[in-house]
């Protein structure tokens, strides 16, 4: 393999990333990347790529699920960035501390690292999820007041942790923020959807639908994790 054809840095950005998903995954990419080990209950664990079929080798007679080696994909312990917006602005070893989720040993490790690091202003609309999240709702956009800039300002922020962050390969961008209602709008096609943002239509347009717009004309990925209908019409 020569250096032209060295995997590129990838990236992930969590929207939501404050939340049990995004936490307990940016940990588990620190675990990896330094190769901790953590008391348990029941002894104790190394951290491992297991569930991460990129990042796992083949298996059994046929491969198995495992990738690693198969394909020209980036290791994802020294080739990945990950990064992502939240509406909260609990630092992020502190979120992981309190969902309780992870073993404390793995969490104590982790933790300051993980509060040091950027949580960048998200998107929000209160129609669009539950009272419940109103009052927390205090880490956001609000200097962008339209479609356009919401739309413009998260472009921005692909572009700087791409920058930041050495990235210059593909950035997936993941929605693991709260469900949102559904969306009462619907779209011919890319021209319509980009025409209402752009002439700040009052359309029914949710905070998943504008990361998702971001992403497309920043040539990233969208993965939707919600149940609400991002652009499924």
């Not at 990064?83 to 989720?101: K, M």
């Not at 982790?110 to 998107?123: A, D, L, T």
């Not at 930041?164 to 319509?192: C, F, M, P, Q």
Request: hydrophobic share 35%; net charge negative.
């Amino acid at each position: 393999m020569t250096s032209n054809d060295k995997p590129k840095k990838t990236g992930m950005l969590v929207v939501g990333l404050g939340g049990n998903n995004g936490v307990t995954l940016l940990a588990g990419h620190i675990a990896n990347s330094k190769s901790l080990s953590w008391e348990t209950q029941t002894g104790r664990n190394a951290a491992n790529w297991y569930g991460c079929i990129t990042q796992l080798e083949p298996r059994g007679e046929h491969g198995g699920v495992g990738f690693k080696g198969r394909y020209d994909l980036a290791d994802a312990t020294t080739e990945m960035a990950v990064g992502g917006w939240d509406i909260r602005s609990t630092p992020l070893g502190d979120a992981l501390y309190e969902s309780r989720v992870l073993d404390y040993d793995l969490v104590r490790q982790v933790r300051e690292e993980m509060n040091g690091m950027e949580i960048m202003k998200g998107v929000y609309d209160a129609s669009f999820v539950g009272e419940s999240q109103h009052e927390t709702a205090t880490h956001v956009v609000s200097d962008a007041g339209d479609w356009k800039s919401k739309v413009e300002k998260l472009r921005e922020d692909i572009r700087s942790f791409r920058k930041n962050e050495g990235v210059d390969g593909h950035i997936t961008v993941i929605w693991s923020a709260s469900v949102e209602r559904l969306a009462d709008v619907e779209y011919e096609g890319a021209d319509a959807l980009l025409n209402a943002i752009d002439s700040n239509a009052k359309d029914d347009i949710s905070p998943s639908i504008l990361y998702a717009v971001a992403s497309a004309l920043e040539g990233c990925s969208f993965v939707n994790g919600g149940s609400q209908n991002t652009l499924s019409s």
